[in-house]
């Protein structure tokens, strides 16, 4: 239990919340907190529908109904204005993800959430080290979730951070662990963190290959075991010493390319943790030449109106500067073709 130990006072330190628990992974966290909440059928949980298919689908698979509500096209985060008309009576709760690490909105959702009794769920999967005026994302909301896959490698986990009491999601975690399955569920999730390290290459093969292959909506992503190993903490630990390191050289990254593509907006009041890079497009046609054009580029995600104009590519820390200049040539060289045909 040492590691473990060590990783949930970091994280208490790191976040600010009195209570921290550790996962499987970020959407087996949320399975369990919304088990928790004891939310039913007719129980709706607003998501932003410009995200990956496991948050809708593990909503849905721990008994509530999850509603898609689209982004604001520029922070590509959930705004007060667009869930407002989305609430029904039915309504419960709105899980709000950091896009990218991007915190821009999140205390105006807060504002709403209060207003119309409504509970609040961070995703930070992609933020940890984020601020939104001055407080660590993760420490705003009611409750929320993390993902040890994202900002750092690993072969699985995830967290749930909160002021308030936490133990039942953590008994029902241990309730309902298989430990017999964690080994099939750890290479995949290697390869697939790789995406952030040295092993971007294999990732990225794998994950094209995934994609054209399998209708990703259909295959139901939640872990079978619930629990955090000793492996995932130790894992995590160091590579949280290096975090802030890694943020700096990816905020850089960012500003480079802001200077010459359309990407992501922050708010003033927000510290992003710049964890992708994303280019904007006027439509699919220049999106699609770019994409042609640079393997670093990962694969377009379907289904929504942003996801069509829109590409994305991890902001590594590791990546040679000639990476992120490539970026911005593939951005501009898809723009020349396009108006020369
Ligand atoms: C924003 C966000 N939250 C949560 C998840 C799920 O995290 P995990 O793989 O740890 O379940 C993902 C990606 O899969 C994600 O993009």
């Not at 609430?87 to 915190?103: C, D, E, Q, S």
């Not at 080994?183 to 995406?195: G, N, V, W």
Request: hydrophobic share 40%; glycine share 4%.
């Amino acid at each position: 239990m040492v590691f473990k130990q060590k990783l949930i006072k970091r994280l208490k330190k790191r976040v600010g919340t009195q209570n921290v628990e550790l996962f499987s992974s970020c959407r087996n966290a949320i399975f369990c907190l919304i088990k928790m909440l004891d939310f039913k059928k007719e129980d709706e949980v607003i998501v932003q529908s410009f995200i990956c298919d496991t948050i809708p689908q593990t909503v849905n698979e721990a008994g509530a109904t999850a509603i898609a509500v689209d982004v604001d096209e520029s922070t590509y985060n959930l705004s007060a204005e667009k869930i407002k008309k989305h609430l029904t009576k039915n309504t419960k709760a709105v899980i709000f993800v950091h896009t990218y690490g991007n915190p821009t909105g999140i205390h105006e959702v807060k504002a709403l959430c209060k207003e119309h009794n409504l509970i609040l769920i961070e995703d930070v999967a992609q933020a940890l080290g984020a601020k939104h005026l001055g407080k660590p994302v993760g420490s705003i909301a009611d409750y929320a979730v993390y993902s040890l896959t994202k900002q750092l490698v690993n072969i699985g986990g995830g967290a749930m951070f909160s002021n308030n009491d936490i133990s039942k999601a953590a008994e029902i975690r241990d309730q309902l662990h298989k430990p017999a399955r964690a080994f099939i569920d750890y290479p995949k999730r290697l390869i697939a963190s790789l995406y952030d390290g040295y092993g971007f290459i294999p990732s990225k093969w794998m994950i094209d290959y995934a994609r054209n292959r399998v209708d990703l909506k259909l295959v139901l992503a939640l872990d079978r075991h619930f629990k955090c190993s000793e492996v995932e903490a130790f894992l995590s630990l160091i590579q949280l010493y290096l975090l802030d390191s890694s943020i700096k050289r990816r905020k850089r990254n960012f500003e480079y390319i802001q200077k010459y593509v359309k990407t992501q907006e922050i708010e003033t009041t927000a510290d992003s943790a710049y964890t992708y890079l994303s280019f904007r497009f006027p439509n699919k046609e220049v999106r699609d030449l770019a994409v042609k054009d640079n393997f670093y580029f990962l694969p377009p995600w379907k289904g929504t109106a942003i996801g069509d104009k829109l590409i994305f590519a991890p902001n590594n820390p590791y990546f040679p500067n000639f990476i992120i200049r490539g970026f911005c040539k593939s951005y501009r060289k898809a723009f020349n073709q396009f108006n020369s045909k």
